[in-house]
């Protein structure tokens, strides 16, 4: 079992910055895949960006390219999302997840078997 919660998320205004962080309980971080992905009302789930056990290999929603990054630090059981020159459709509940698989199936839901609650992330224009 892991336990994940977020943190780091508020309001800020457009062109401003955020760092997320998600912090994990449990003994084998380092065995798994983490992604970050949003929801905004209305709208499905989305995939943000993932990174692989290692650290070596990420992947990104082609809109955050450039904009975020994510990092982990597997001494700290954490995984980062630091989010630069944000805009009003970034406004999305944030959520964390961990799964054992890499590949394409990281940009969706079903490649993660476990989520945090989420964490607030609202841009103003």
């Known amino acids: 079992q892991v336990r994940l919660v977020e943190s780091g998320g508020g309001l800020v205004q457009a062109g401003g910055s955020l760092r997320l962080s998600c912090a994990a309980s449990?003994?084998?971080?380092?065995?798994?895949?983490m992604g970050w992905f949003r929801q905004a009302p209305g709208k499905e789930r989305e995939f943000v960006a993932a990174?692989?056990?290692?650290?070596?290999?990420?992947v990104y929603l082609d809109s955050v390219k450039g904009r975020f990054t994510i990092s982990r630090d597997n001494a700290k059981n954490t995984v980062y999302l630091q989010m630069n020159s944000l805009k009003p459709e970034d406004t999305a509940l944030y959520y964390c997840?961990?799964?054992?698989?890499?590949?394409?199936?990281?940009?969706?839901?079903?490649?993660?078997?476990?989520w945090g609650q989420g964490t607030q992330v609202t841009v103003s224009s």
């Open positions: 997840a961990a799964g054992t698989r890499w590949g394409t199936i990281v940009t969706g839901a079903t490649g993660y078997d476990y």
């Open positions: 449990g003994r084998t971080f380092s065995s798994y895949a």
């Open positions: 990174i692989h056990w290692s650290g070596r290999s990420t």
